[in-house]
């Protein structure tokens, strides 16, 4: 079956539980610290709150894309965009797109899992709010409407699921990183116009488990977006030798619409981000798998499936 939320969010309050000395700090750093430099910060009067983001507009080029990066429980746009090293902003200023990083409501998205199970009960609409600060961002900087994307870790991941469920005609691609599509999500996802999607998860996340979560989920959207049945297979070169994970592409292409489903599939990594600084012990987390970034595998796939 598809995930299960009672399971998932006993994993997400591990989750918060093992990031909250993080997440008091992140709050001290946005309010304290400034973005990196280029970085703009925006404030957004939506749904009766205060809500804001960071911008980083890169080497900006007419009809340009848009990438909105999420972060996971207890984190911040600013406090992920260094957990990624920064590596979106460095892409965006080589390939000329722009990247914004949002900031969730008491740091935890409104990803679709009822208050009963774990999810998020500040009654924030996530998906309005996410889909505002991607018009606004178009129109600031002349974005192309077929290629508008976004990726997110964790519960961040599971943002971007229902993004994508829940907004079809404005995301052309999704890449959710260690986090499941809720089951209440996918109940409303089963049709619609096909999008593509790129998950990586590690095969020993502590958080949120590899089985049956990213299997269902990966199974969904081949479905949807109806693929072959028999992928392309790859292993990947174990460039780091010490970092216990190994990766494997199991990519679904040809699907409808020039639609295409990839899963990196990181054998040993835990509940980290590919090639990003990992903020807690691997005891805690799991390994983080060194043989790629994550950033820069995202975005190739990315700019390979605008909006058909």
Not at 112 to 129: C, L, M, N, R
Request: net charge neutral.
């Amino acid at each position: 079956m598809l995930v299960s939320m009672a399971a998932m969010f006993r994993r997400y309050r591990l989750a918060i539980a093992l990031f909250a000395g993080l997440a008091v700090g992140s709050v001290v750093y946005v309010r304290r610290a400034l973005p990196p430099s280029g970085a703009k910060v925006r404030a957004l009067s939506f749904g009766g709150a205060e809500r804001s983001y960071v911008v980083y507009p890169g080497s900006v080029a007419k009809k340009t894309a848009l990438v909105l990066v999420l972060h996971g429980s207890g984190g911040t746009g600013v406090a992920f965009e260094r957990r990624t090293k920064r590596t979106f902003d460095t892409l965006a200023d080589r390939e000329g797109f722009v990247v914004v990083y949002p900031n969730a409501l008491g740091n935890r998205w409104n990803d679709g899992a009822p208050p009963s199970e774990g999810g998020q009960d500040h009654g924030a609409d996530d998906v309005a709010f996410l889909s505002a600060i991607a018009d606004s961002v178009s129109k600031e900087y002349a974005i192309d409407a077929a290629r508008v994307y976004a990726t997110g870790f964790s519960t961040g991941a599971a943002m971007v699921y229902r993004l994508a469920c829940e907004r079809e005609q404005q995301f052309a691609a999704i890449a959710p990183v260690s986090g499941g599509m809720m089951r209440s999500v996918a109940e409303r996802c089963r049709d619609g116009r096909p999008i593509s999607v790129l998950v990586m998860h590690g095969t020993k996340d502590p958080i949120v488990a590899h089985d049956p979560n990213v299997r269902d989920s990966v199974v969904a959207w081949r479905t949807r977006d109806a693929c072959p049945a028999s992928p392309i297979l790859e292993q990947l070169p174990d460039l780091d030798t010490g970092d216990s994970a190994r990766a494997r592409v199991e990519r679904y292409s040809e699907c409808q619409g020039g639609s295409e489903v990839t899963l990196y599939e990181i054998e040993g990594g835990g509940h980290t981000w590919p090639g990003g600084e990992n903020t807690r012990l691997a005891s805690d987390v799991g390994n983080t798998c060194r043989d790629f970034d994550a950033a820069i595998a995202i975005w190739d796939f990315f700019k390979r499936h605008p909006w058909p």
